[in-house]
């Protein structure tokens, strides 16, 4: 059964970055039909996605984050990470990892982590 | 970007009653839609994508129609455990973009 797992700090500091890493287990990210992306979720609010990687390492990006964002990956690791610059409060969010596919499927995210909440404060 | 409206934002219904949500296009997606439904405190789970077509494991309560701008979720029994934020999510265009959400409670 594959498992996304998200990991990182839960509490940032405004003007600093945010580094998130989204671990995979129970399947390969080197896999050809899938894609893997970051989607947020302010408190009470509805989702963001935030961008999406492919194991080659090929990026899409919201173009209202893509200035902050950088997407990476670590076949080696089975891991994809999720860095966002300049930070502000706006950036308080439960932020989710998940799966997309990349075949007739469509782009919906059929895996999602758990989530995490990221609080940007002083 | 492409938004998504929802509607309604919430609803009440009772165990058993048939119930729709609508989510409609800004512009033309074809059949490039997904629903999802989120339970408090959980991440969002798939239930339909290419606006029809089930996910595996979902029950067949749950059925997707429409395509081009306007497309509809609809629950055609409710259950208890229905209760939760739905929402669509369009992958016609770049960004993905996802509707506001429909709250369904239990009246």
């Known amino acids: 059964q594959l498992q996304l797992q998200e990991s990182g700090p839960g509490l940032v500091k405004p003007s600093e970055t945010l580094s998130l890493t989204c671990t995979v287990s129970?399947?390969?990210?080197?896999?050809?039909?899938?894609?893997w992306g970051w989607i947020r979720q302010p408190p009470g609010k509805g989702l963001e996605w935030i961008g999406t990687i492919y194991y080659t390492g090929s990026t899409y990006y919201n173009p209202s984050l893509k200035s902050r964002v950088t997407i990476s990956v670590d076949t080696s690791k089975n891991q994809f990470s999720l860095k966002l610059t300049s930070v502000t409060a706006a950036d308080t969010a439960v932020y989710y990892c998940?799966?997309?596919?990349?075949?007739?499927?469509?782009?919906?995210?059929?895996?999602w982590g758990l989530g995490t909440l990221v609080t940007v404060s002083s | 970007a492409i938004q998504m409206t929802q509607s309604p934002s919430s609803l009440s219904a009772s165990v058993g009653d048939r119930v729709t949500i609508t989510c409609r296009a800004s512009?033309?997606?074809?059949?490039?839609l997904g629903w999802y439904q989120q339970k408090p405190g959980k991440a969002p789970k798939l239930l339909i994508y290419?606006?029809?077509s089930l996910q595996s494991g979902v029950p067949s309560r749950f059925n997707g129609s429409g395509s081009g701008t306007e497309f509809t979720l609809t629950i055609s029994r409710l259950e208890p455990e229905d209760v939760a934020v739905y929402y669509c999510?369009?992958?016609?265009?770049?960004?993905?973009?996802f509707g506001g959400g429909t709250r369904v409670e239990i009246k």
């Open positions: 290419a606006a029809s």
């Open positions: 999510q369009q992958y016609g265009n770049s960004p993905l973009t």
């Open positions: 129970g399947g390969s990210i080197s896999s050809s039909t899938y894609y």
């Open positions: 512009q033309g997606i074809r059949n490039d």
């Open positions: 998940a799966r997309l596919h990349r075949d007739a499927s469509g782009l919906v995210f059929d895996y």
